[in-house]
């Protein structure tokens, strides 16, 4: 795996990093996400959502449009 993915986003819900990853895909922009939310107590962590790197500052516009910023 190459190392030219950038993080994008962080969030403590599953759900939104999920709906962020569909609407990139509907703009062809690969993402995923590493879920870093301690299994046991959840109340620490995050999900991170990388994007190659070639997308990245039109995925971080994209995201920011979606939430009105």
């Known amino acids: 795996m190459e190392n030219n993915w950038v ?3 962080i969030s403590t819900h599953l ?3 999920e709906l962020i990853k569909g ?3 509907e703009e062809d922009i690969q993402a995923f996400s590493v879920n870093k939310i ?3 107590y959840t109340t620490f962590g995050e999900i991170e ?3 190659n790197a070639n997308d990245a ?3 971080i516009n994209l995201i920011k449009q979606s ?3």
């Open 7 to 9: 993080k994008v986003y």
């Open 15 to 17: 759900h939104e990093i």
């Open 23 to 25: 609407m990139l895909a």
């Open 38 to 40: 301690d299994s046991t």
């Open 49 to 51: 959502l990388f994007v």
């Open 57 to 59: 500052l039109r995925a």
């Open 67 to 69: 939430k009105g910023e």
